[in-house]
């Protein structure tokens, strides 16, 4: 393997392991470079020292995620390892010129102008007549949408640049076209105005023109590293309320195989002990709950949230906790369990996530919601 692919290798790891810990060791080990080789190459090649390019690259994925998603700053900066809100506001300061809390209210309202210009496109381009096929054309759709939520899943777990590997002359001019940009580093907004602009200079039509709008949604969901089960739910909502139990029996429930990773689940959990006193913090507050408060407390909290806090969490408090979550839900936190890879255990990043749920059932206590 060539110094290039070596480094090459070193990056598509650091892509994966954003919300994780990065070290010079691993990357070193990784790369088969002594410490000291690796790091001298490694700014040769991208022009910063191994740290400043994992700082810029979260601070970038953070600027990402405070435009196009509803999460807390708080989460945000614990999902990309700061250590404390503080430092991820001096931080983003640095990189920007202004904190996220502005940044995400100036950013956002630039987007929703454009939002509000693309919805007038649509309209233009008679988007729901342009939009309407067959039911066998959308059921021919469904082996794109599966592709979506396959490419999600591997960026999940593999990081974008494995999206590379997805081209091919076989793929959909507009698949090809968007990986290309988003692997090219276009960002979000402008990569969204350029496929855009393909659709509307295209004379598509029934399949042709839902096929493009599910590669399009699905390739933006993904460049802002929504996961699958999200995914899944936006895409399908192109295919209308006729084709839902299409939808159903396509994603079908099998009853039995979920039972069976539930149980395996428990299982795996059921006597594991608290990792540390510091992430003992679901244990205090879920013992005072009864069923109806740890209920509504749980609709309040977000899926990856939880997985990351439960993490640290004795399996007692574990099953206490999915035992109230609905069936899908259960296997959405064991799927996020799976794309995080959660077999590490990342102390602080657990901490600010039992943190993060214990101040929102707090608040839940102080407004009478829960005892």
């Given at each position: 393997?060539?110094?290039?692919?070596?480094?090459?290798?070193?990056?598509?790891?650091?892509?994966?392991?954003?919300?994780?810990?990065?070290?010079?060791?691993?990357?070193?080990?990784?790369?088969?470079?002594?410490?000291?080789?690796?790091?001298?190459?490694?700014?040769?090649?991208?022009?910063?020292?191994?740290?400043?390019?994992?700082?810029?690259?979260?601070?970038?994925?953070?600027?990402?995620?405070?435009?196009?998603?509803?999460?807390?700053?708080?989460?945000?900066?614990?999902?990309?390892?700061?250590?404390?809100?503080?430092?991820?506001?001096?931080?983003?300061?640095?990189?920007?010129?202004?904190?996220?809390?502005?940044?995400?209210?100036?950013?956002?309202?630039?987007?929703?102008?454009?939002?509000?210009?693309?919805?007038?496109?649509?309209?233009?381009?008679?988007?729901?007549?342009?939009?309407?096929?067959?039911?066998?054309?959308?059921?021919?759709?469904?082996?794109?949408?599966?592709?979506?939520?396959?490419?999600?899943?591997?960026?999940?777990?593999?990081?974008?640049?494995?999206?590379?590997?997805?081209?091919?002359?076989?793929?959909?001019?507009?698949?090809?076209?968007?990986?290309?940009?988003?692997?090219?580093?276009?960002?979000?907004?402008?990569?969204?105005?350029?496929?855009?602009?393909?659709?509307?200079?295209?004379?598509?039509?029934?399949?042709?023109?839902?096929?493009?709008?599910?590669?399009?949604?699905?390739?933006?969901?993904?460049?802002?590293?929504?996961?699958?089960?999200?995914?899944?739910?936006?895409?399908?909502?192109?295919?209308?309320?006729?084709?839902?139990?299409?939808?159903?029996?396509?994603?079908?429930?099998?009853?039995?195989?979920?039972?069976?990773?539930?149980r395996s689940f428990i299982e795996a959990i059921k006597d594991k002990k608290v990792y540390s006193e510091a992430t003992s913090l679901l244990e205090k507050e879920f013992s005072k709950l009864e069923k109806r408060s740890i209920q509504r407390s749980l609709?309040?909290?977000?899926?990856?949230?939880?997985?990351?806090?439960?993490?640290?969490?004795?399996?007692?408090?574990?099953?206490?906790?999915?035992?109230?979550?609905?069936k899908n839900v259960i296997l959405i936190v064991i799927e996020a369990g799976e794309l995080l890879d959660l077999d590490e255990i990342n102390v602080p990043q657990i901490i600010d996530a039992q943190k993060g749920i214990v101040e929102k059932i707090r608040?839940?206590?102080?407004?009478?919601?829960?005892?």
């Open positions: 393997m060539s110094y290039g692919e070596n480094i090459r290798q070193s990056i598509d790891f650091i892509e994966q392991h954003l919300s994780g810990e990065i070290t010079l060791d691993n990357l070193a080990q990784l790369a088969c470079f002594s410490k000291y080789h690796f790091h001298r190459m490694f700014k040769s090649t991208t022009g910063k020292t191994l740290m400043e390019y994992v700082r810029e690259r979260r601070l970038i994925r953070a600027a990402h995620e405070l435009i196009y998603s509803s999460k807390t700053i708080s989460h945000i900066a614990f999902d990309l390892s700061f250590n404390s809100h503080d430092a991820f506001d001096k931080a983003f300061k640095r990189m920007y010129g202004i904190p996220p809390k502005e940044y995400r209210k100036k950013v956002t309202l630039r987007f929703t102008e454009q939002a509000s210009k693309e919805c007038i496109k649509m309209s233009d381009l008679n988007f729901y007549s342009k939009i309407n096929c067959s039911f066998d054309e959308k059921k021919e759709c469904l082996q794109l949408l599966d592709l979506m939520i396959s490419l999600s899943r591997k960026q999940h777990k593999q990081g974008l640049l494995s999206l590379e590997s997805e081209v091919n002359e076989k793929s959909p001019f507009l698949l090809q076209k968007g990986i290309l940009l988003m692997l090219s580093g276009t960002e979000p907004i402008v990569l969204r105005e350029i496929l855009n602009n393909y659709i509307s200079s295209s004379n598509y039509s029934g399949k042709e023109f839902l096929s493009a709008i599910l590669i399009k949604e699905g390739l933006l969901s993904i460049q802002m590293g929504e996961y699958p089960w999200d995914i899944k739910e936006k895409l399908v909502a192109f295919l209308g309320v006729d084709f839902s139990n299409e939808i159903k029996q396509h994603f079908g429930v099998d009853n039995k195989n979920d039972e069976l990773k539930i609709r309040e909290l977000n899926v990856v949230e939880l997985a990351v806090g439960m993490k640290g969490a004795s399996g007692k408090t574990q099953i206490k906790i999915i035992e109230d979550l609905p608040k839940l206590r102080v407004e009478g919601e829960i005892r």
